[in-house]
């Protein structure tokens, strides 16, 4: 069974650039989960998805991030400007819906601003 | 708002000793309890789950964990640690009243010395 994919693996840009995530999960999962990991914590839950819909993105700073799941299967999170404080791990997870579902990780992307 | 505590941010122990790491979480209805194990250059894993029914749940690798609902604890456990366990554990819980929404704890880094 393939997992979950994320591309790309690092990224390093200038503060106040932009910047997007690509993330493909594990086909027929219909949760999509974006986390952010700042280095020295656990994840932060940035949007969750069900389907092609929003389920929480009431972490997610709308000023500068955004995230879309247009066809229920794969997602984008975009970063509009970047700032240094968005240096972090950026996960996706996905899982079957209902249940005790078992979320699975992708290997995440590594956001460095400098 | 939900919230998990993981009380110890690094332990360091000698192979063969016994392993407890704690995890306590907000209370906030029915939950679903999870370990994740992040090794070192790998993505987040599923050591073991917990949703109904017995609450010592046995997962992979000779990993345990407890679920005390009196005190809202989920506490990880393992008789003997090896080397190989290194890594850092990842505490999480979702509310069945709360869409699955997965909340992790600040983690716990494990050291063992050969």
């Known amino acids: 069974e393939a997992g979950v994919a994320q591309s790309p693996r690092y990224k390093i840009i200038e503060k106040r650039q932009s910047v997007a995530f690509w993330c493909n999960p594990i086909?027929?999962?219909?949760?999509l989960y974006w986390y952010q990991q700042i280095l020295g914590q656990g994840p932060k839950l940035l949007i969750q998805?069900?389907?092609?819909?929003?389920?929480?993105d009431s972490q997610l700073p709308k000023d500068r991030f955004s995230a879309e799941r247009l066809k229920g299967v794969d997602s984008t999170l975009k970063i509009q400007p970047a700032k240094l404080e968005d240096s972090a791990v950026y996960l996706c997870a996905s899982s079957l819906a209902g249940g005790a579902p078992e979320a699975f990780f992708g290997q995440g992307t590594r956001l460095t601003v400098v | 708002a939900q919230s998990v505590s993981q009380h110890n941010h690094h332990v360091i122990l000698s192979e063969a000793a016994s392993l407890e790491l704690g995890c306590n979480y907000s209370y906030g209805g029915t939950v679903n309890l999870f370990w994740y194990v992040q090794y070192p250059g790998q993505h987040l894993q599923l050591l073991l789950k917990y949703f109904s029914g017995d609450p010592l749940v046995k997962g992979i690798k000779g990993f345990e964990a407890e679920f005390i609902k009196s005190k809202f604890s989920f506490n990880l456990r393992k008789p003997s640690v090896q080397w190989s366990d290194t890594a850092e554990y990842f505490c999480?819980?979702?509310?069945?009243?709360?869409?699955?929404?997965?909340?992790f704890g600040g983690g716990t880094r494990l050291m063992v010395k050969p």
């Open positions: 086909s027929g999962h219909a949760t």
């Open positions: 999480a819980v979702t509310y069945n009243n709360a869409g699955n929404m997965l909340t």
């Open positions: 998805f069900q389907n092609n819909g929003v389920v929480d």
